[in-house]
Structures are given as C-alpha cells and as structure tokens.
C-alpha cells in the first residue's frame, strides 16, 4: 500500500510531439519552481521538446499534483503525483494522532491509552483513504482534462503495472 496515491498512464497524440509540445509551451507560464500563481495560462512549469513537468495554475488547489510527461513522435508517457511540498504537509498531519498517542501514553494510565488506539487509525485511515484520495483524484481528473485538450491527446491507457510497484 502507498501513503501517497500516483497515477500513471501512456497515450497517442493526434499531432505530432513538436506541434503538442510548442501547444503546451503557449498554455504555460514558463518558471523553474512548481508554485501557484495568478495567470491567465493553464498550467505553471517546465516544458521543453522531450517532456514537462507542470502543474495546474488554479489557485489553491492546483499545485497539489504534478503532471511529468515524456512524448516521442506520438506516444508518450504521463505520471500524476502529489506535490512534495503537499507530501511533506500531509506527513506530517499524518503523524499528528501517533504523536497525541505517544503523548497520552507517557502521561496517562493503561486503560485510557488503549481506548485511543481505534480513533487514532480511523483518523489515519479516514484521513488517508477518504480526504487524500478524494482530494487527488478529483485534482489529477481536472489537470488531465486539460492537458487533454491543449496537447490533443487521443488514446489514453492507465498503467497498471507500474502502478503496483
């Protein structure tokens, strides 16, 4: 099981990799760091002729997950993930139950610390499988819609596979 859910996926273009590529470059706010800003284009990153590495420019919620592609002729390869700066804030809110656990352990009797074992994995599990999950799916759903559009991609295959390792 992974901490952090990543979507992996191959796809066909209807153009050709140059013609997507400079399509993307027109709908990017060029910059070398992965931050939200106001911008009238669609994503904020990096792009160039092998591949990109963006993210959606919507305020807020946009940087959360990271679109990395690499195309060749018309096929390519994406992979959508959480954003390290979000992996590091959710880590940490993760640990905020152990932590409140470790602490009532030190400090209070057996029988009081062994009634907070379940509520402290069903805020791990509801926070991990309900509010992450949801959150990422809905934000890689939305990114992927409009990188669909700009690049004009025709075929796309979710990666299994690579998905379980």
């Excluded at 999950?133 to 596979?161: M, V, Y």
Aim: glycine letters at 6%; proline letters at 2%.
């Amino acid at each position: 099981m992974k901490i952090f859910p990543t979507k992996n996926y191959e796809f066909e273009l209807t153009k050709d990799s140059l013609s997507a590529m400079s399509e993307l470059k027109n709908n990017t706010l060029i910059s070398d760091s992965l931050t939200s800003e106001w911008t009238k284009k669609a994503f904020i990153g990096q792009v160039n002729e092998k591949g990109f590495k963006i993210i959606s420019s919507k305020p807020g919620r946009g940087a959360f997950c990271v679109l990395e592609g690499k195309i060749k002729s018309q096929n390519g390869s994406l992979e959508i993930r959480i954003h390290k700066a979000f992996r590091i804030m959710l880590s940490i809110i993760y640990l905020f139950p152990l932590i409140g656990f470790s602490i009532a352990l030190f400090t209070e009797e057996t029988k009081a610390i062994l009634s907070l074992i379940i509520p402290t994995l069903m805020f791990i599990i509801v926070f991990r499988f309900i509010f992450t999950e949801l959150a990422f799916r809905l934000i890689s759903k939305n990114g992927l819609n409009k990188l669909t559009e700009i690049i004009g991609i025709t075929k796309l295959n979710k990666n299994e596979a690579q998905q379980r390792v």
